[in-house]
């Protein structure tokens, strides 16, 4: 069947099977790496994308459930002033991932600051399990996000001012 | 021909620094590749018969051992295990052949069609009480006179502490791609010891070392998981490269991963102890089995160090260790952060917990008056040449987590309760142990290492090791550290990519060896040439090696050789609930005192400390790995869950700060040797019973509860 | 590889047509449930799919004074984001111990309340809240309470061949609720239960008494919460004792571990109404 979607803004169309899953489309089709198929389970986290701005494990989605939708990976996303945000959050924090799970770290913060202006530690760390890796101390990740959301912030107050 | 993969777009920041922004294997491929599905023993033991494949359409190909051009073997640590198993089977899941084909679908339908036929006999699974052709390695140590030490002790107490098996999760299934570089093997893989994969492909493709040239893919996070499993399937793969005439890859599913590769060796420990009137250590007798699954490939040196470990931060001067590793039919078992001096800590700091809880006792003073001190005698019979500074440690977490006053409010309660809804059922517990320099301990490890470092015209200095970092901090601090000797500008240090063309063997990355030994090696290799840069022209090349002292001597109850000369010192407090609901322990606080010596970077030092905390507390409240009856790896991959960051307690870091001069240490297990055993004391207070393994789930509590 | 036919009504009426043309046809909504089991390179759907992405009348929410109505297509993720007061606490607290945020965005009530093979989160928070769900097949439309889902075995049988449309939910006013999960969080495995509780006074007097528990099997136990319905609270020494004993006993049915579980929460619920 033929799919036609929209990734990372752009109009696109793929042949698939109902076997197939999307992150291997995205990565052998497209050949956009950042979503990695680890557990195919919807539980490690390394295939976050958003679809329809929301957060999705890319493994539970069979091509036809792209039919139609807006999908960004991280690339798409890393095109993004919502990600400038976060990146600098992060390395400000000094966040550190083992370069595995730092995608779908970043795309679970954007998820965090895109609900809550000043998200709180526990709302940073319910969203964080979604990416489950052993890697990072959870309390610089708390501090990373949070300085993403008040650039983020910042940002959106010069822009508001301008 | 170099793989494609790009990295995905974008800056990278949780990779920053990492050597050559390493390609990560799962991206990797290149073109004509064909794929490497693995044919596995369906049986835990038996003589295996054959294998049978369905007919193969072109381009796919059957790889059995009798396509091994080498030998059919590898060799880790002294021990070997078979690259297919040839003749006999060992654990379910063993490799027996391997398929190869350039569409993934078709090969999995083939692997699923293809069938092993196999005699079945009985496997061995009994570990504790176990026969005499089980034992790989053994280990007597006899100090002082312990017999006599037990007749004339004032009370004689005895206690069994399990640890299990434990799954790393580390950040990418293993797999390797292999692909003919001109007239050389080059092997893409994550792994900790890339001179090891070299030496293992080259033994299998009959040529040598030279013929084979391994270059690190990103290795992440590992938990030991990746010392010598990858260079298996880095055999597997280049047999499949040589044998297909093409590039060969073989990446595990996460699932498959689960079930086949390595876990932590599951251990226990069975001692006796002997104490004075006065409540001092007088005698120690140990019995440590360590269940090292199918061929035991860590064995010699994770009994050696379990049994090192066995007295833990305590001196006591009558003290007898038996130590058994034992093969049994299960896939091959081994290393968890750390080569297996944890499990003997747990055991040690959990009984001695318990003897100050029946001598009515606080745990923290009970255990200070026996600690280890300048002058105790250690296992080797030689005396500690330092002062372990616990005193300070037990004071530092006492003040931070308040211990003291809570232990003693929570024995209260637990004394006073009537019943369960009596009070909250609380309880804080408190460990000691200490780190070694990273050293191994046993022969079957290599024995000399090396750093390179090349100083050019430019005044830029690039530095040359295969150790393969985990993160950006191992690489930034040995730019650091040359930096400083040198003076250079931190952007005119480079580390080389550790592809074994272009940099030296230092060995594997495990036992935080990143900094006792390869950073000891660059500061050596950086004086070499601080000496002659003022006098030679550049560029300057300067090599430094270490060697490993001789491994111990087992001998007649006595060891000979040296353990360490420092050691990075720790304990932990952690201070639990029980859900009144659910009896659910719940971590309400950690803490972690560490003396690392010199700390180069000490934020990054806390998050390590933070992390390992994380992982450990993790492993002690949920992670169990089951074994099924014909001993294969029982559960499915998704119950393997680990602690979700929303769960853990405030972790509260405190670092003794040491002289600049002092040498660096390595902290990263200590988080692993502490927390598990703190934790359990903290959960017997809290239900007023004593436990024996962990993790203690909320089924041993109800159990608990009803008796 | 097995590939599967897709078909992707656009309206319920449709829904229900191809329903009837191929009555074996799966129903394809968040897919977390269908894809649970599979890890493999390849997934191996049934081979015909009725997708419900694209139905709007399963994607509604619809609220009164006295009751919610839930699309039995609509996200947990999306139920979670309702305004305050619109959803029932213990619904709530119920959906949050979901798997992860991300599987939330993809689950949706009707996949958690219809599933078959085992109740799942939702079941016994729906259960304390007597609500209703709608099933629809070519007949018309069937109101079920979802306290009937469950047999009288505890086994999960709802309505065969029907589609799981909408759920009614009443919004009561409670003094106490609860919910505990107990065995695998992140996945349902057998060990995994939920625990539900609502109760209500009026006057120092229990007015209402709701205690629900599922896994693979679900309890609830109408009997033992008449008799503690219309007692003074606190519930004394001896009530306590005598109905956790009630319903230690009507567990005998359960899987051990389970059992004493259950056991102790329930001893927890009532440590709740003795103080």
Not at chain 1, 41 to 61: E, F, N
Not at chain 3, 24 to 45: D, P
Request: a neutral charge.
């Amino acid at each position: 069947m033929t799919i036609h979607f929209i990734l990372n803004g752009e109009d696109v169309s793929m042949n698939a099977t109902s076997a197939d899953r999307l992150v291997d489309l995205l990565r052998e089709r497209f050949g956009l790496h950042g979503a990695q198929a680890d557990c195919r389970r919807g539980t490690c986290g390394k295939c976050l994308v958003l679809m329809d701005g929301r957060l999705a494990p890319s493994c539970l989605l069979p091509a036809f459930k792209a039919r139609g939708r807006e999908i960004v990976t991280y690339e798409g996303f890393a095109q993004t002033d919502e990600y400038a945000d976060i990146a600098a959050g992060f390395a400000e924090a000094g966040v550190e991932c083992c370069g595995f799970c730092d995608k779908g770290k970043i795309l679970a913060a954007a998820a965090v600051v895109e609900r809550s202006s000043r998200p709180t530690k526990e709302e940073i760390l319910a969203e964080m399990a979604e990416v489950p890796c052993r890697c990072t101390d959870p309390e610089t990740l708390v501090r990373g996000v949070q300085a993403a959301a008040e650039r983020r912030e910042g940002r959106r107050y010069r822009r508001a001012s301008q | 021909m170099a793989p494609r993969g790009e990295a995905a777009a974008g800056p990278d920041p949780g990779a920053a620094g990492l050597q050559a922004r390493e390609l990560i294997l799962g991206d990797l491929s290149q073109p004509g590749m064909v794929h490497v599905a693995t044919i596995r023993s369906p049986t835990a033991c038996g003589r295996l018969v054959s294998v049978k494949a369905p007919t193969l359409p072109k381009g796919y190909r059957l790889i059995l051992p009798a396509d091994i051009p080498g030998e059919n073997r590898i060799v880790s640590f002294g021990a070997e295990l078979p690259v297919l198993a040839a003749e006999r089977v060992t654990y379910v899941g063993e490799p027996v052949a391997l398929l190869a084909g350039p569409d993934l679908a078709t090969l999995g339908d083939l692997a699923e069609s293809t069938r092993v036929l196999v005699e079945e006999e009985e496997g061995t699974f009994s570990w504790k009480s176990f026969a005499s052709e089980q034992v790989v390695a053994k280990r007597v140590a006899v100090i002082g006179d312990p017999e006599l030490a037990f007749s004339i002790a004032d009370k004689v107490l005895e206690g069994e502490y399990d640890s299990g098996a434990l799954e790393h999760l580390y950040s990418e299934p293993q797999g390797a791609l292999a692909a003919f570089d001109y007239d050389k093997m080059a092997i893409w893989c994550a792994t900790q010891w890339p001179y090891h994969v070299r030496d293992c492909v080259a033994l299998v493709l009959g040529g040598a070392g030279e013929d084979v040239v391994v270059r690190p893919t990103r290795l992440g996070f590992h938990l030991d998981g990746k010392l010598w499993y990858p260079s298996l399937l880095a055999c597997h793969a280049a047999l499949a490269a040589l044998l297909c005439k093409k590039p060969a890859r073989i990446l595990l599913s996460r699932e498959e991963d689960f079930r086949c590769t390595t876990k932590r060796a599951r251990s226990s420990v069975s001692l006796r102890t002997g104490l004075d009137a006065t409540g001092r250590l007088t005698a120690l007798d140990f019995r440590i089995s360590l269940n090292v699954g199918a061929f035991g490939p860590l064995a010699e040196e994770m009994l050696s160090q379990a049994c090192v470990a066995a007295t833990g931060a305590y001196s006591c001067p009558n003290v007898r260790i038996e130590g058994y590793a034992v093969t049994t039919n299960t896939p091959p078992l081994g290393a968890f952060a750390g080569l297996g001096a944890a499990p003997s800590f747990f055991a040690l700091e959990s009984e001695a917990a318990r003897l100050a809880s029946a001598a009515g006792q606080d745990p923290v003073s009970w255990k200070s008056r026996n600690v280890l001190r300048k002058g105790s005698s250690l296992v080797t019979g030689d005396p500690l040449k330092e002062e372990p500074p616990y005193e300070e440690i037990a004071g530092r977490l006492g003040k931070a987590s308040d211990f003291g006053r809570k232990w003693a409010c929570y024995e209260l309660v637990r004394k006073r309760r009537a019943g369960r809804d009596d009070g909250p059922l609380r309880g804080i517990g408190f460990a000691f142990a200490y780190q070694g320099a990273g050293a191994f301990l046993s022969g079957g490890a290599p024995n000399s290492y090396s750093v390179e470092a090349t100083l050019d015209k430019e005044l830029r200095l690039s530095l040359k090791t295969s150790a393969a970092a985990c993160s950006g901090t191992m690489i930034d601090l040995w730019r650091r550290s040359a930096s400083d000797l040198l003076g250079l500008p931190l952007e005119e240090v480079s580390v080389a990519p550790p592809d074994t063309d272009l940099s030296p063997n230092s060995g594997p990355v495990t036992l935080s060896r990143g900094l006792t030994v390869v950073n000891k090696l660059v500061e050596r290799a950086c004086q070499a040439i601080q000496k002659r840069r003022f006098r030679d022209p550049l560029p300057i090349s300067a090599k430094a090696v270490y060697r490993i002292a001789k491994p111990l001597h087992w001998e007649n109850g006595r060891i000979e050789g040296s353990i360490f000369e420092t050691a990075a010192w720790g304990g932990a407090v952690v201070e639990v609930e029980l859900d009144p609901w659910t009896l659910e322990p719940k971590p309400l606080g950690l803490w972690l005192c560490a003396d690392g010596g010199r700390i180069v970077a000490p934020s990054r030092a806390r998050a390590a400390l933070r992390s390992g905390a994380a992982t450990a507390l993790s492993a002690s409240m949920r992670e169990s790995l089951e074994f099924a009856a014909d001993g294969a790896i029982g559960a499915e991959y998704y119950r393997y869950g680990i602690l979700p960051p929303g769960e853990l307690p405030p972790i509260h870091v405190e670092i003794l700060e040491a002289d600049r001069r002092a040498p660096a240490k390595g902290l990263g297990e200590l988080p692993n040797d502490t927390v598990p055993a703190a934790f359990m004391a903290a959960v017997a207070q809290a239900a007023g019973a004593n436990f024996q393994s962990l993790p203690v789930g909320p089924e041993a509590l109800a159990d608990w509860e009803e008796t | 590889m097995r590939v599967s036919e897709i078909h992707a009504p656009s309206s319920l009426a449709e829904v229900l047509e191809q329903r009837r043309r191929l009555p074996e046809a799966a129903f394809y909504a968040g897919g977390t449930e269908l894809l649970r089991e599979q890890a493999g390179r390849f997934l191996r759907l049934p081979p015909e799919i009725i997708s419900l992405g694209a139905v709007p009348e399963l994607r509604q929410v619809a609220l009164t004074e006295r009751f919610v109505e839930i699309g039995a297509a609509v996200t947990l993720a999306e139920i979670l984001e309702l305004r305050e007061n619109a959803v029932p606490e213990l619904l709530a607290v119920a959906l949050r111990g979901v798997a992860t945020p991300a599987i939330r965005n993809l689950a949706t009530l009707g996949g958690n309340l219809a599933t078959r093979s085992r109740f799942m989160d939702s079941w016994p928070a729906l259960a304390c809240l007597d609500a209703l769900a709608e099933f629809r097949d070519a007949s018309g439309s069937h109101w079920v309470n979802v306290n009937r889902i469950a047999d009288a075995e505890g086994l999960p049988a709802p309505p065969a061949g029907a589609l799981l449309s909408r759920v009614r939910i009443p919004l009561e006013r409670w003094d106490a609720i609860a919910i505990r999960k107990v065995g695998l969080r992140d996945y349902p495995a057998a060990e995994t239960a939920v625990f539900a509780l609502a109760a209500r006074a009026e006057k120092g007097i229990l007015s209402e008494f709701r205690l629900a528990f599922a896994g693979e099997r679900s309890l609830r136990l109408r009997e033992v919460e008449a008799r503690i319905l219309g007692r003074r609270l606190p519930l004394n020494a001896k009530e306590r004792r005598s109905f956790s004993g009630d319903y230690r006993e009507a567990a005998s049915s359960l899987p051990p571990g389970l059992k004493q579980q259950f056991g102790t929460l329930v001893d927890g619920a009532l440590d709740l109404l003795s103080r």
